[in-house]
Structures are given as structure tokens and as C-alpha cells.
């Protein structure tokens, strides 16, 4: 039998990074990160509705959505993030599934989810796996895959569950506070076990 396994983590964890590994290996990922660019994307069903309650001050000359200038709403207010989820997720829930029932009848499918808890979303899964990172590290790969500044790292971080209780009520653990080899050895200990 197939499993689902729900993979997630928090922001600049490395999930992407584990993904891409695992692809490698010869398993289907999908990316919910993808699906959302998807959706959000000129001519995607969730961009009319972001308009509507956003306005067009969000949108970039080419009229795509300015993801940084959004980011910086959201991120930044609890009550609007809530708004944009409410507009986007069903959506990405939408084209995943359909992706993931096609997949499954093949192989093992790994869901890149980074609100999988948050979002209630580990009940679907057969097995959950988190990818974990101490703070201070999360913190300054943060800042410098992105540019951010402390603060603003620190608010992004902090609009999602905290990556320890994610750890906790996770079926396996991948810890990426050490080298990206170290991360890939873990995640083939992962893989010979559900092989087994
Ligand atoms: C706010 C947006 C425009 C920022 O775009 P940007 O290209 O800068 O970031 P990207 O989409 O690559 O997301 C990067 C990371 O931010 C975090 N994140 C994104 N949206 C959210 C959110 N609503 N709540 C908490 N964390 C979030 C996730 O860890 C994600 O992996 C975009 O993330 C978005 O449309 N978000 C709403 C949809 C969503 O919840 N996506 C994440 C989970 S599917
Ligand atoms: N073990 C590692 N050592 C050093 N840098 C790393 C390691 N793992 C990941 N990184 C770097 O940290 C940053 C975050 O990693 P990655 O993009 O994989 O995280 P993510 O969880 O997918 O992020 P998000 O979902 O927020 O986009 C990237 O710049 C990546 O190159």
C-alpha cells in the first residue's frame, strides 16, 4: 500500500531543500508553495478575490500580484492573513488532491505542506514528517534567502505554529540544523524505512 506522507516544517526550514532531495529519489513531491503560486497567479481562481479585498494597490505593473508588497500585509496582520487563507487554500486543497490521487495509485506521495498542522491537514496523511531547524538558524536563513531584517524574519516566523510543537506532534523528525549531507542521510534513514 502507498502511504501519504505529509511533509512540513516552518519557514526556511528546509523543506524545499528535502524535497528536492526526495524527487531526486524518485518520488512525486508536491509543492503546496506551487499550487499557491498557481492559484494567486494572473488569471488563477483565487486572483479575482484577492483584488476584490485587497486592491490594486498590491499588483505589480505587469499585473501579476507583488508578492513581496502582499507578504508584507499579511505577515504583518493576523486578521488579513486570515482573509487571503480563506481565498487561497481551497483552492490549493482543490488542484493537490486531484494531483495526489493520480499519483498514489503508483507510488509513495509526499505532500510539501508548511501549514499541514496549522491547517488541520496531518489527519489526511499516513505518516507526518517535519522538518526541523533550531531558531537562531531558521532565523538567519531566513534573513538571508529573503533580505529581511531581523524583525521582519522574527514576524514571519511567529505567524506560523512553532516548528518545536511541529517537531513534537510529528510522526519522524528530519533535523536540518546541521549540514545539508547530514540532512540527506537522515532522509535516507526515512526512506529504507518506509521501504521496509
Ligand atoms: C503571501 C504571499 C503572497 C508571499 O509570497 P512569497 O513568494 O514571498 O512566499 P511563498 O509563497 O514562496 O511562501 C514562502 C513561505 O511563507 C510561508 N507562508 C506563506 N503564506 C503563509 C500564510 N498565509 N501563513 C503562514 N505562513 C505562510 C510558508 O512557510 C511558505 O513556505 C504568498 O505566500 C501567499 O499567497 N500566501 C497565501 C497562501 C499560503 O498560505 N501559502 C503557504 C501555504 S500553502
Ligand atoms: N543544511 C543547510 N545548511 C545551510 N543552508 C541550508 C541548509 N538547508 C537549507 N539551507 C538554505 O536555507 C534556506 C531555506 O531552505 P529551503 O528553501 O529549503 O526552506 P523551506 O522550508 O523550503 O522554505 P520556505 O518554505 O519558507 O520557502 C535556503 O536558502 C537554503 O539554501
Redesign the pocket.
Same mark, same amino acid.
Given at each position: 500500500m502507498n502511504s501519504i506522507i505529509g511533509l512540513t516544517g516552518g519557514?526556511a526550514s528546509g523543506k524545499s531543500t528535502a524535497s528536492a532531495y526526495i524527487e531526486d529519489r524518485g518520488y512525486p513531491v508536491l509543492d503546496?508553495?506551487k499550487f /499557491? =503560486?498557481k492559484a494567486?497567479a494572473k488569471g488563477g481562481p483565487s486572483y479575482p478575490g484577492i483584488i476584490e479585498a485587497f486592491g490594486e494597490d498590491i499588483l505589480a505593473p505587469d499585473g501579476e500580484?507583488d =508578492? !513581496?508588497k #502582499?507578504?508584507s500585509i499579511?505577515f504583518s496582520d493576523p486578521r488579513r =492573513?486570515k482573509v #487571503?487563507?480563506g481565498l487561497?487554500?481551497p483552492e %490549493?486543497r482543490r488542484m493537490m488532491n486531484e494531483e495526489r490521487d493520480r499519483l498514489l495509485k503508483e507510488n509513495h506521495v509526499f505532500l510539501d %505542506?508548511? #501549514?499541514l498542522f496549522e491547517n488541520g491537514l496531518d489527519d489526511q496523511c499516513d505518516i507526518t514528517l517535519t522538518v526541523y531547524v533550531d531558531e537562531s538558524t531558521q532565523k538567519s536563513r531566513l534573513m538571508e534567502r529573503n533580505g529581511l531584517s531581523g524583525a521582519e524574519a522574527e514576524s =514571519?516566523i511567529g /505567524? !506560523?505554529m512553532p516548528l518545536s510543537e511541529k517537531r513534537d506532534r510529528s510522526d519522524h523528525v528530519l533535523d536540518n540544523s546541521g549540514s545539508r549531507e547530514n540532512l540527506y542521510e537522515q532522509i535516507e534513514q526515512f526512506l529504507a524505512k518506509i521501504e521496509k
Open positions: 519557514i503546496a508553495d /499557491s =503560486r494567486t500580484i =508578492r !513581496q #502582499l507578504g499579511i =492573513r #487571503l487563507n487561497v487554500h %490549493i %505542506i508548511p #501549514l =514571519r /505567524s !506560523q
